[in-house]
């Protein structure tokens, strides 16, 4: 069964092909950060026209590539929420369009879940139940993965995503946006125990996060010394800074396995890209036994292939839509 998948939530204009849920047939992302760096984070009202200049070429160049044409797809799946909602209704538009032309179903896919996904696609074997920790932009969850399509949330950030976090204080130490891989590089070698960083504690729920105390200490610490015409070390700030983000995913995390009794973890998302972030986790499977799933840096960040591999499982679990599907700026799981 083959799936073409739309993503359209956020600044990723992404259109793929997908078979079975598990194999990419093609995968082409556009990326609009050129322009939106210079805003120095995503103007939605430019993430929307981008998506409406650069969704139909990349359709017509997905199926090309998947060597399809549209008659042989059999759904399309679509990002419906969460995310940016002038951005979502261009890929759904887009989708209603395809799906009437050919007469195909439509599959409403939750962002979330497709980034759960992408480790489908990364590892054929997996199969669920799994704890998967997915860190964006915009969001951080510690998810129950029970089955293909039914993920609960078990812990969330009560404030800002820690990829946000990233973004922040990235943009307040002078670097590109997004910071996140700038952060990752220029931490690279940084005396990580240079600088005591506050890690965030949340009353009541041991799995929820918090990243905006860690936000405002580090920008914090870079305005005083500013203020004091002190230097800072920035490879040491960066480092000590991704310690303390890093020591928080895991730790709930590992919390979260302890607690399901399952034996599988998997990472989602953008921040799982960091390379101090991936050597912790490693680490902590070893010595601890879990099986750890690590996507590719191809699929951690926003793509079709794995709204498609998504939609695949939805698809199947009989979650299709009609022509009046909205898009949702915010969704529960
Ligand atoms: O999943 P994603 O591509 O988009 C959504 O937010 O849905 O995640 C983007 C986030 C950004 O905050 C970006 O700075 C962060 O992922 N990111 C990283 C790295 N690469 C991307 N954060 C830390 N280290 C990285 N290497």
Do not use: W
Not at 17 to 40: F, M, T
Not at 269 to 280: E, L, M, P, W
């Amino acid at each position: 069964m083959k799936i073409l998948g739309i993503e359209s939530s956020c600044d990723e204009t992404a259109v793929a092909v997908v078979k079975n849920g598990r194999e990419i047939l093609s995968s082409l992302v556009y990326s609009q950060i050129d322009k939106h760096a210079i805003y120095g984070g995503v103007v939605p009202e430019i993430a929307s026209r981008c998506h409406v200049e650069t969704i139909s070429g990349l359709c017509s160049k997905a199926l090309e590539e998947a060597r399809i044409i549209l008659e042989d797809i059999d759904a399309v799946a679509v990002s419906y929420a969460p995310g940016l909602i002038g951005a979502l209704l261009v890929g759904i538009s887009f989708a209603k369009g395809l799906a009437y032309a050919a007469d195909k179903p439509i599959v409403p896919v939750h962002h979330i879940k497709g980034h759960v996904a992408a480790n489908y696609l990364a590892f054929p074997e997996l199969e669920p139940p799994f704890i998967c920790l997915s860190v964006s932009g915009g969001n951080s969850l510690i998810l129950d993965v029970k089955d293909y399509t039914e993920i609960t949330t078990l812990g969330a950030s009560c404030d800002d995503a820690a990829g946000e976090c990233f973004d922040k204080v990235a943009r307040v130490m002078g670097l590109p946006y997004p910071g996140g891989r700038y952060i990752d590089e220029l931490s690279q070698g940084g005396d990580e125990n240079k600088y005591k960083l506050p890690q965030g504690h949340i009353e009541g729920n041991p799995l929820d996060m918090s990243f905006s105390g860690l936000k405002t200490a580090s920008i914090n610490l870079i305005h005083n010394a500013e203020q004091k015409g002190e230097e800072i070390d920035r490879s040491a700030l960066a480092a000590s800074f991704t310690k303390t983000v890093s020591e928080s995913l895991l730790s709930r995390s590992l919390l979260a396995l302890e607690q399901s009794g399952y034996k599988k973890l998997c990472l989602a998302g953008g921040v799982a890209a960091n390379s101090r972030i991936r050597a912790d986790f490693k680490n902590a499977a070893e010595e601890r036994g879990f099986e750890l799933f690590m996507p590719p840096l191809s699929l951690c960040g926003d793509n079709a292939a794995m709204i498609a591999a998504q939609g695949y499982f939805e698809f199947m679990a009989g979650n299709t839509a009609g022509l009046d599907l909205n898009g949702y700026a915010s969704m529960e799981l």
